[in-house]
């Protein structure tokens, strides 16, 4: 299994990507991620998901994300493990904007 770590938070896009930012969790389990140029896609075993993307930012849960990596479950750690959550498809979504 896969999950997604999401790294360098921020609440809105007017921070600037380059200043530090918050951890964030580490969502999942899936069977596939990936990233493509503009493009962040989750798959479970339900189906494939997109993450709202804006620029170099990734939204999810209320913020905006600038680092992310794909983890596999053995490398998971205390760390990521005390992070984990479960994956939840509406919280990928800006109220308004389409799943």
């Keep these: 299994m896969l999950f ?14 380059h200043t530090p930012g ?7 389990p ?8 503009d493009e962040v896609r989750v798959t479970t075993t339900e189906r ?3 993450l709202q993307r ?3 930012w990734v939204f999810y849960d ?6 992310l990596e794909i983890v596999a479950s ?5 760390g990521r ?3 984990r959550r479960p994956f939840v498809p509406s919280l990928a979504q800006l109220e308004g904007v389409g799943a």
Excluded: C
Excluded at 6 to 17: A, I, K, N
Excluded at 30 to 37: E, P, T, V
């Design 81 to 83: 493990t005390r992070r």
């Design 54 to 56: 804006f620029a170099d």
């Design 4 to 17: 997604l770590e999401l790294r360098d938070g921020h609440v809105s896009l007017d921070e600037p990507s």
């Design 74 to 78: 053995d490398q998971m750690g205390p």
């Design 30 to 37: 899936f069977i596939a991620a990936r990233i493509l140029r």
């Design 48 to 50: 494939e998901y997109p």
């Design 62 to 67: 209320g913020k905006y994300f600038s680092d």
């Design 22 to 28: 918050m951890l964030g969790p580490v969502i999942g």
